[in-house]
């Protein structure tokens, strides 16, 4: 996992990069979101999904019932036993989204330097000259001149399926465009972008509240993605709500940023969230294209400062219908992982495109030989000038347990923690080395029953670079009095072990508490 890590300022061999690249249990550091759909739903494809690196199945409920979801997660359930590969739920809102409603599923055409109107009557059907939507106050947002963008599923800037609208006069509560350039609307969902305009909708709707207190409490989702956050208020509402469901008051918020609102209001947004999702595709709507890049690189180097899991969508649109990526889409997989992503989610590919599991699995590789470049030791220098001086008590034992780890050439980093804040920690200083964390679930109390936690907290993880979480028996404490908790660090050496991480005669750093006490150690194996 860990071998001839070089930099790319050191001149790199052609033959290294000829050297095929060597399977591994752990596909890459980085981490795969999947979204399950259409074409993912199968316990035989989720199954292969999983074992190709997907580590997080998001379900998006912009489209579809809570019955298919449903069907599609008890699927999800049977092959995360069949495979024995931890997964987390993650719940994608649909929040404000404007959607152009098309009930009789027929194709649309639409002729460019023609007119189109744009209707929030929902009962007239879609034709080339109508289009109703689900928004009242369009002709109260927009003016003469403003750019309207439509796009089907997810924006893919093909402009055979998608289509530029320019607004040219209002009339009531209908909007009358020119079509800009001719295409063909094809399925039932196409979503409605108009750049740089706010839209009077709450962040967290009446549909996505429902939604969450039945489906999410039903299945302990783990991670809920807030689309269109704006303002860091939107968290503490949708926070707030969680808090009320006893069942997700663990559930972990991330910040989808998909306009200019919610890049204005970044900083405090992500004091905010546990976590950022960069929605590329509307933000490409919103933003210049040549601006986009500058705002990902510069949003990704703040999470990565606060140790806030950082996730990049849209990176191989192509593989919705080809095997292969194009060259540009493979490039930007690597310079996300290079600029410090934790995650890298897939869509429309895995959701309804033809080849899910080739895709995750070409993802993987992509992100395994960009990490091999990934200049660690400048980026551990940055991360800790950044924290200052003093450093936190627990800061400083993660920190300087990735710095032992380095200097002793260490093949893995043995956590164990019961929040996962620990974990979590060594993580953010992004070690060459996996960081197996042993999840010491805890005994809590409700007054009516007793219940152990620990499931929460290691299925999040499965969002963070270079973190792979292990569950341990909870008749094992987190802190140990004697001295050392044998029995679980055996545990996990054996899962490291299995996993083709640990090999006999390798060095494994240890990060544990002792009583009041935290400690990092070395270890030098054994055959």
């Known amino acids: 996992m860990n071998s001839n890590h070089l930099l790319l300022e050191e001149p790199i061999r052609m033959a290294s990069i000829l050297e095929p690249?060597?399977?591994?249990?752990?596909?890459?550091?980085?981490?795969?979101?999947?979204?399950?759909?259409?074409?993912?739903?199968?316990?035989?494809?989720?199954?292969?999904?999983?074992?190709?690196?997907?580590?997080?199945?998001?379900?998006?409920?912009?489209?579809?019932?809570?019955?298919?979801?449903?069907?599609?997660?008890?699927?999800?359930?049977?092959?995360?036993?069949?495979?024995?590969?931890?997964?987390?739920?993650?719940?994608?809102?649909?929040?404000?989204?404007?959607?152009?409603?098309?009930?009789?599923?027929?194709?649309?055409?639409?002729?460019?330097?023609?007119?189109?109107?744009?209707?929030?009557?929902?009962?007239?059907?879609?034709?080339?000259?109508?289009?109703?939507i689900n928004y009242?106050?369009?002709?109260?947002a927009v003016k003469k001149g403003d750019t309207i963008f439509i796009g089907q599923y997810l924006f893919t800037g093909n402009e055979t399926t998608s289509v530029w609208l320019e607004?040219?006069?209002?009339?009531?509560?209908?909007?009358?465009?020119?079509?800009?350039?001719?295409?063909?609307?094809?399925?039932?969902?196409?979503?409605?972008?108009?750049?740089?305009?706010?839209?009077d909708m709450p962040t967290l709707t009446d549909k996505d509240k429902e939604v969450i207190s039945t489906w999410g409490v039903r299945n302990n989702i783990d991670i809920l993605s807030l689309s269109y956050t704006r303002h860091a208020e939107d968290i503490r509402h949708a926070r707030c709500f969680l808090s009320k469901l006893v069942e997700l008051n663990q559930t972990q918020i991330f910040a989808k940023i998909e306009n200019i609102e919610g890049l204005t209001h970044f900083d405090e947004i992500l004091q905010e969230a546990d976590g950022i999702i960069f929605s590329r595709g509307n933000l490409g709507i919103d933003l210049p294209p040549e601006k986009v890049f500058l705002f990902q690189k510069a949003a990704l180097y703040k999470c990565n400062m606060m140790g806030k899991p950082a996730v990049v969508t849209r990176v191989v649109d192509s593989m919705t219908d080809n095997l292969r990526p194009t060259r540009a889409e493979a490039t930007d997989v690597a310079n996300a992982v290079l600029d410090g992503s934790d995650a890298i989610l897939l869509g429309a590919e895995t959701l309804r495109g033809l080849y899910p599991v080739e895709t995750v699995s070409t993802v993987g590789k992509i992100c395994a030989e960009a990490e091999k470049v990934f200049n660690q030791d400048l980026y551990f220098k940055k991360t800790v000038k950044n924290v200052g001086e003093p450093m936190s008590h627990l800061e400083s034992i993660a920190s300087s347990a990735v710095r032992a780890a380095i200097k002793v050439k260490a093949s893995a980093i043995i956590c164990f923690t019961s929040s996962g804040r620990a974990a979590r920690l060594i993580a953010k200083y992004r070690p060459t080395m996996p960081v197996?964390?042993?999840?010491?679930?805890?005994?809590?109390?409700?007054?009516?029953?007793?219940?152990?936690?620990?499931?929460?907290?290691?299925?999040?993880?499965?969002?963070?670079?270079?973190?792979?979480?292990?569950?341990?028996?909870?008749?094992?404490?987190?802190?140990?009095?004697?001295g050392s908790n044998e029995s679980v660090l055996k545990v996990a050496l054996d899962h490291g072990k299995a996993s083709g991480v640990i090999k006999p005669h390798d060095r494994v750093v240890v990060c544990q508490k002792l009583g009041d006490a935290s400690v990092v150690k070395i270890l030098e194996l054994e055959d």
Request: net charge positive; proline share 6%.
């Open 21 to 132: 690249s060597k399977p591994s249990f752990f596909p890459a550091m980085t981490k795969i979101v999947g979204t399950l759909g259409p074409k993912s739903r199968s316990v035989e494809i989720i199954s292969d999904c999983l074992k190709a690196g997907m580590s997080v199945a998001r379900f998006d409920f912009s489209w579809g019932d809570i019955e298919f979801h449903q069907e599609t997660l008890e699927n999800l359930k049977t092959a995360v036993k069949s495979t024995r590969k931890l997964c987390a739920i993650m719940l994608d809102t649909g929040g404000p989204e404007l959607q152009v409603v098309n009930k009789t599923e027929h194709p649309i055409s639409l002729e460019a330097d023609t007119k189109v109107i744009l209707t929030p009557d929902q009962d007239k059907p879609a034709t080339s000259n109508l289009l109703p």
């Open 136 to 140: 009242h106050g369009l002709s109260k």
């Open 167 to 199: 607004v040219d006069e209002v009339c009531s509560e209908d909007v009358v465009c020119l079509i800009k350039n001719s295409a063909t609307l094809s399925g039932t969902l196409y979503t409605l972008h108009v750049s740089q305009i706010r839209i």
């Open 436 to 482: 197996i964390s042993v999840v010491i679930p805890r005994l809590k109390t409700n007054q009516l029953r007793w219940t152990f936690s620990g499931a929460f907290e290691a299925r999040q993880s499965l969002i963070v670079r270079g973190l792979f979480p292990m569950l341990a028996d909870p008749r094992h404490p987190a802190e140990s009095k004697s």
